[in-house]
């Protein structure tokens, strides 16, 4: 038995370090980039790239992870990608131009495309089944915390310091990361390793990497929309191929004998629809609040903490409820609460009490968070300890997929709506705001559809449920 065991929850902690750190980089960039754009002699729009690279790499990198970790072990794949996401964050904050930016941003992306799958694949291994809805719990803080916090953090360095010391910040976190996970995480590898299956990665990387920059375009106001619609094309050309190319070899980098498992299956699938929905929640909200509302990007970012502070509650919750009712329960009644709380967002108008707001963000945010982490915890509940690398490459490639559409589901609704109106994009109002969350709300019900197919005692040796 590794000897995490003995404190079953340093491993986990040590994980949600990293994966808050990676979480936390890819949202605090967004405030800083006019500061950047000066400092690059360029404007603003151009540094979308710098974001883009970083999608891009992340694309194309996070189906090889479990490989990779198989190959070379799981500690030294996490320590990697540890020293990688930190060298590429020093070489940021060096950057004097676009093109050496987008190139660190490329490498900052091979970095956080290991961290984040490994470092759960380490996290699943180290603790036994029992604790693995607490160990989840830690892991889906960073995850809502990050976007909340990323904004503020990074409007404050940049007033009053310097945009580089948001990328220089990581150095210590990325050094006490390679310390602990270098003392406390076990470097397990597995016994036999084939080799890489690099059509499935071309594969698979083509249409990820062009699936990724179509979503990408789309939820940019003034882009070119048949180019959008060419990416999706050869990203669904390439995803075809990719998926008969795994079915017929015997090793491949996509294992979908995995969704032969239901309780995988259903929190991938499900889980993703939820995600797609829930995703459009940190695009819309700032928007409605100092677009619609008029309020200071200060005031909302102390509303929007909201949503984080209901996942900090929910993480002493989450066990006893999961116990109580069980996986499909909890996963069935909770969409229509997490659905209610995104409609209950198309209430709000400029006069509703500042209070009112902040009791229903942070009222979803438990709420959502209790899905994240049932749904993460449900997709792990049966796989064969051997499968677990392939599982976890396939369960971060959705997620990570997912959020980017949820975005882009946010900027179309937004962008159909004033186009209804006959309105130019830079007049957007409340209504637009409130329509485009009632329709995401209910959307987010289709989820539910594939939860009722779950086993009533679905995942019942992970969540205790015997009901």
Not at 47 to 58: K, N, P, Q
Not at 119 to 140: D, F, H, N, P, Q
Not at 374 to 384: E, I, K
């Amino acid at each position: 038995m590794p000897a995490a065991f003995s404190k079953p929850m340093v491993v986990p902690l040590i994980v949600a370090c990293a994966l808050f750190m990676e979480n936390l980089d890819g949202t605090v960039i967004t405030t800083a980039v006019p500061a950047m754009a000066v400092s690059f002699g360029t404007s603003p729009i151009h540094l979308s790239i710098g974001i883009t690279a970083y999608m891009l790499s992340l694309a194309v990198f996070v189906p090889v992870s479990g490989w990779v970790a198989d190959r070379f072990g799981a500690r030294t794949t996490f320590r990697t990608a540890i020293a990688i996401f930190t060298l590429g964050s020093v070489l940021c904050g060096f950057c004097n131009g676009i093109a050496e930016f987008a190139a660190a941003r490329v490498l900052q992306g091979c970095g956080g495309a290991m961290m984040v799958p490994v470092g759960r694949l380490i996290m699943i291994r180290s603790v036994e089944k029992s604790e693995l809805v607490r160990a989840m719990a830690y892991l889906t803080v960073p995850a809502l915390i990050g976007p909340v916090l990323g904004p503020p953090v990074g409007g404050f360095i940049t007033t009053y310091f310097s945009w580089r010391w948001i990328f220089f910040l990581n150095v210590p976190m990325g050094i006490l990361g390679l310390v602990l996970v270098t003392l406390l995480i076990e470097n397990y590898r597995a016994a036999e390793t084939w080799p890489l299956d690099w059509v499935g990665f071309l594969l698979t990387g083509i249409s990820l990497t062009c699936l990724t920059y179509g979503i990408d375009q789309i939820g940019h106001p003034g882009a070119n929309v048949e180019f959008a619609w060419l990416l999706l094309g050869v990203a669904g050309a390439g995803g075809g191929a990719s998926f008969f190319h795994a079915r017929r070899h015997p090793h491949p980098l996509i294992d979908l004998s995995l969704l032969r498992i239901p309780t995988f299956s259903i929190s991938v699938t499900g889980g993703s629809i939820f995600r797609v929905c829930a995703g459009a929640l940190p695009f819309l909200l700032p928007v409605m609040l100092q677009v619609a509302f008029g309020m200071t990007a200060f005031a909302s970012g102390l509303l929007t903490f909201a949503s984080a502070l209901g996942s900090f509650t929910m993480k002493m919750s989450t066990r006893p409820i999961l116990q109580r009712f069980g996986f499909r329960n909890v996963l069935i009644v909770n969409a229509v609460i997490c659905a209610c709380s995104l409609v209950a967002c198309s209430l709000f108008t400029a006069l509703t009490p500042t209070a009112a707001i902040f009791i229903v963000l942070l009222i979803g945010g438990f709420f959502r968070s209790l899905q994240y982490t049932s749904l993460n915890t449900l997709a792990f509940a049966d796989v064969p300890f051997a499968k677990l690398s392939g599982a976890t490459s396939i369960s971060s490639m959705m997620q990570q997929l997912s959020n980017g559409m949820g975005v882009a589901l946010g900027a179309v609704l937004l962008h159909g709506l004033l186009a209804q109106r006959g309105a130019a994009a830079d007049l957007l109002a409340a209504v637009d705001l409130r329509y485009a969350f009632a329709i995401v709300g209910v959307l987010s019900l289709a989820s539910m559809i594939f939860f009722y197919r779950l086993a009533r005692d679905a995942g019942a040796e992970v969540s205790g449920h015997r009901g």
